[in-house]
């Protein structure tokens, strides 16, 4: 029905910057909330940050001020600018969104495969 598909993880040095993208492709009919998530080993998945469809943000406060989500909704794409990163945000990052799917336009949730991204000290 709908995928998502992460890019842009990879290894940087800590103070750098990535940029992941996720793109949804499939039956959809609009996507309502997008996510970032991240889960490092032995650790629980946490939320990153969140956007909704009129573009309202939230971040977890470990990452605020560092990263920025941002969407195209005519892309059905949601990016995470990872900026000054440290060795803790090293972690799996998964891409979330609640979509209302053209079969029957309820509300269904989907997950990406995750992208990893490791920052070196």
């Known amino acids: 029905q709908v995928q998502l598909v992460e890019s842009g993880g990879g290894l940087v040095q800590a103070g750098g910057s990535l940029r992941l993208s996720c793109a949804a492709s499939g039956t959809i009919f609009s996507i309502n909330e997008m996510e970032w998530y991240r889960q490092a080993p032995g650790k629980q998945r946490e939320l990153v940050a969140s956007i909704t469809s009129d573009g309202s943000t939230d971040y977890a406060d470990s990452v605020k001020a560092r990263f920025t989500i941002s969407r195209d909704n005519a892309k059905n794409t949601v990016h995470l600018q990872m900026n000054s990163l440290k060795p803790e945000d090293t972690a799996v990052y998964y891409c979330?969104?609640?979509?209302?799917?053209?079969?029957?336009?309820?509300?269904?949730?989907?997950w990406g495969q995750g992208t990893q991204v490791t920052v070196s000290s």
């Open positions: 979330n969104a609640k979509v209302i799917i053209t079969l029957t336009y309820y509300e269904y949730e989907y």
